[in-house]
């Protein structure tokens, strides 16, 4: 009997949040601008998914969603699990206790107490689980971004010039298609270089329908077909393993591609011939938010290499250093991504046009003609906004800077 | 879901048409820049000039120098290639022309590719006059006159034909000193004929009595080399005086000093071949266009009259044409600066752009002429500019595709 009314409880419960509150929910982050929106209710509290295209960065959207939430006094002191997506494709899982939640709303705790003891983890097959079935409302299919992304390029490798320099803008048309699916369109227009070749001329830049997929066990899997940069078209599959807590990550890539070059201003394709490949091992240092990448590689032209990486994240600034050797040849440099404004886009436009969310940089010292003749070292990237920042949801990273938000929101 | 359809069909054609471009290109692999021997860059030197005959370019005409070797082309221009760059003695050979040889050479700091100018004029020889050992007889040399052979009776055991001809010497190599500058050169043949009493060589002075050359020398050619043999002091009735006992070439030659002045470069032209951006190789050609000859820096007369000051125009006239013309034995050829063009054929690897600059050099010299004015002597100078030749200097500008060295890189 206990039993039956138990159910009994739970069932009105269920039907309670699911004609108010569930509505309130959605509404709420769709509100705010959050995409693909899920809201499912279960025993133990409430599921949300959403996909954040309207605030920068990684834990900006997270940190409104959550406020949205806990100031919220329609939704009920639950457990509340939130599954962040990207591209429709689930991230990280964030989990609220309602102690916390009743606690905050009591005003026994502060929002950046809440914030520390939120749960966060790469594991979202749970909730991805309770949300199977759910429809998505504020779908970000067929939304379509144009994003004007700046180039600049340096090189000293010439005695009649200092420096080799060619300024770029690239606008880049990007359509999410369907769930994991979507594509970039991008043309480079010359702004200004003192070199000559391809640079001279309008151009295509990257030209990518991609799909990525979340596997079981924190396996994301992205399969890229076009043309990427520097000056290669094909085919790239890359896999990325993370456990849990993001301490450690594994992954997987290769490459089938040729050339696509713009030389005298024509548009010249290769056979995709080239094989190219690499194993990664990474390391996230907790405590100073430093990023540890080893990885081997065969690279595009066929020469096999290792290549060590330490970067660090000043909340959304991220720089780093690295060290490479291939072919008997040593190289190294910097790098370095930094927010470009704003921190907060339109999100209700047709067409949202913007800035791409950071603005990355890499200098490698290089070593010598042969490395510039031999082209070692060289490898490409599959979407023009590739920047350490993107996807950065090291659950503590993620942690700490929602709790320097909250506190900075006091 | 409409608007997807069509974004999905869109995609779909765009992922078709970039897949299948790269499936069904020819091409195996990207384009690198073809990476040529630009001609330019060979270690080459170059001897280019014009041979003339009086005002006319002289055809078929055998030059060489060491192992090169060319023919005068119809326009009278030739041009030897040479491997080093060093002194050359350049030979001047046609039949029925008087062979005449001159010095060419490069300066330790000539480029690759650089050109000496080089003009020289031959003289056709003269009919043969036969000389009888029965009497004496003179010879004037037909075309000037101004050389005169005087063989006493018996001078000659058989009668014997001989050509006595005027002919401008060649170019000598530039130096500073004092060096023989040739009043009159004359070929007399058959080479090597002795005489067995000693025949009077004279030759005119263009002036009058008032105004001569002091310290004329004469000189025999032996192997190439000028011998001085004693003097040819002027008598002071009209002719410069010396004897011979056999034939070869002689000159009236004066002490000459020479003093190297100013050197000056000038820009020609440049020609920019502009291979950037694309990756083949590229091919032009080029015209090199450069000046050969000398010129007095001034007017001859002019600066005679300011030197010499009182002297007669008549004596002016005379005295320029001597000057000028023992100026051509040492700078070849006669007063005049003309034009040349040779051809040259440049490669230029892909995505690299090849500017040649086309340099001339010009050097000015202060040559010294010790002259008897009015019982005085006097040394006369005359400043001239010598158009040296031309230096190719080649500068290359890599391409994107290409790194000299390495300075880093970022994007």
Do not use: V
């Given at each position: 009997m206990l039993k039956i009314y138990r159910i009994l409880f739970l069932f009105l419960l269920g039907c309670l949040f699911g004609w108010k509150g569930k509505a309130t929910v959605k509404e709420a982050l769709v509100d705010l601008g959050m995409e693909n929106v899920k809201v499912a209710v279960q025993a133990g509290g409430v599921c949300i998914a959403y996909e954040d295209n309207v605030y920068r960065g990684t834990y900006r959207g997270l940190f409104e969603v959550i406020r949205t939430l806990l100031d919220e006094p329609d939704i009920a002191d639950e457990n509340i699990q939130l599954a962040v997506l990207e591209n429709g494709i689930p991230q990280i899982r964030v989990s609220l206790d309602r102690e916390f939640v009743s606690a905050y709303r009591q005003g026994r705790l502060s929002l950046a107490a809440v914030m520390k003891g939120l749960a966060i983890s790469y594991d979202t097959d749970e909730v991805m689980k309770a949300l199977k079935g759910t429809k998505a409302v504020n779908?970000?299919?067929?939304k379509v971004d144009l994003v004007l992304y700046p180039q600049v390029r340096l090189q000293n490798?010439?005695?009649?010039?200092?420096y080799g320099a060619v300024l770029d803008i690239a606008p880049a048309v990007e359509i999410g298609l369907w769930k994991g699916a979507s594509f970039t369109g991008q043309v480079i227009f010359p702004v200004w270089n003192n070199l000559v070749g391809e640079m001279d001329y309008i151009r295509a830049g990257m030209l990518v329908v991609r799909q990525e997929i979340r596997l079981p066990k924190n396996v994301f899997a992205t399969l890229s077909v076009g043309n990427f940069n520097q000056d290669r078209i094909g085919v790239d599959l890359n896999l990325l393993y993370h456990t849990n807590s993001d301490r450690w990550a594994f992954g997987l890539s290769g490459g089938l591609t040729g050339a696509s070059t713009f030389y005298g201003g024509r548009w010249e394709v290769t056979q995709w011939r080239r094989v190219n490949g690499s194993v990664l091992v990474r390391y996230n240092e907790p405590y100073y938010n430093l990023r540890f990448d080893l990885s081997a590689h065969r690279y595009i032209y066929g020469d096999y290499g290792v290549r060590g990486d330490c970067s660090r994240h000043f909340g959304e600034i991220t720089v780093g250093l690295f060290a490479m050797y291939s072919e008997g040849e040593v190289n190294g440099g910097f790098h370095f991504a930094i927010p470009l404004p704003r921190k907060k886009r339109s999100k209700h436009r047709a067409v949202r046009v913007r800035l791409p969310e950071y603005f990355d940089w890499q200098y490698e010292a290089q070593s010598g003609p042969r490395y510039t003749s031999r082209r070692l070292g060289r490898s490409y990237e599959t979407?023009?906004?590739?920047?350490?920042?993107?996807?950065?949801?090291?659950p503590d990273f993620i942690k700490d800077n929602l709790v320097i938000l909250a506190e900075q929101s006091k | 879901m409409k608007m997807n359809k069509h974004l999905v069909a869109g995609m779909a054609i765009c992922l078709a048409a970039t897949v299948g471009v790269g499936l069904s290109s020819c091409k195996k692999d990207e384009p690198t820049p073809v990476i040529v021997e630009n001609p330019l860059d060979a270690e080459v030197y170059y001897i280019a000039g014009k041979v003339m005959v009086g005002n006319n370019a002289l055809e078929g005409v055998k030059v060489t120098a060491s192992n090169s070797e060319a023919t005068t082309a119809a326009d009278g221009t030739f041009q030897l290639e040479m491997t080093s760059k060093n002194d050359y003695v350049v030979t001047f050979e046609k039949s029925g022309y008087v062979t005449v040889t001159a010095e060419a050479s490069f300066p330790s700091d000539a480029k690759k590719q650089s050109v000496v100018s080089l003009v020289q004029e031959l003289e056709e020889k003269n009919q043969p006059v036969t000389v009888t050992p029965d009497a004496g007889s003179t010879v004037i040399e037909a075309k000037r006159q101004m050389v005169e052979l005087e063989f006493p009776a018996g001078a000659v055991k058989t009668a014997t034909d001989i050509t006595v001809t005027a002919y401008k010497e060649g170019a000598k190599k530039s130096q500073a000193g004092t060096v023989r500058a040739s009043l009159s050169t004359v070929s007399c043949e058959p080479d090597g004929q002795t005489f067995e009493k000693p025949v009077i060589l004279r030759m005119k002075n263009p002036a009058s009595n008032s105004v001569y050359f002091a310290d004329v020398r004469h000189y025999v050619e032996k192997n190439g080399v000028w011998n001085e043999t004693g003097t040819a002091d002027?008598?002071?009735?009209g002719y410069y005086m010396t004897t011979i006992d056999g034939f070869s070439n002689h000159s009236f030659g004066v002490p000459c000093s020479s003093q190297k002045g100013t050197s000056k470069t000038e820009d020609l032209a440049s020609v920019v071949i502009d291979n950037l951006g694309n990756m083949d190789s590229k091919e032009q050609a080029i015209d090199v266009t450069f000046h050969l000859g000398w010129k007095i820096d001034g007017t001859t007369s002019d600066l005679l009259k300011k030197q010499l000051a009182g002297l007669s125009d008549s004596d002016v006239t005379a005295l320029s044409g001597a000057v000028e013309s023992s100026l051509a034995s040492l700078?070849?050829?006669?007063?005049s600066v003309g034009e040349m063009t040779l051809k040259r054929d440049a490669r230029v690897s892909g995505d690299m752009k090849a500017t040649v600059s086309m340099i001339e050099k010009t050097t000015t010299t202060v040559f010294g002429f010790p002259v008897v004015f009015g019982g005085q002597t006097v040394a006369l100078t005359i400043p001239v500019v010598k158009y040296e030749g031309v230096d190719l200097v080649v500068t290359t500008e890599k391409g994107a595709s290409h790194g000299s060295h390495s300075g880093g890189s970022g994007e």
């Open positions: 779908r970000s299919a067929g490798s010439w005695l009649d010039k200092i979407r023009p906004d590739e920047n350490r920042n993107r996807t950065y949801y090291n | 002027y008598n002071g009735n700078l070849g050829g006669t007063q």
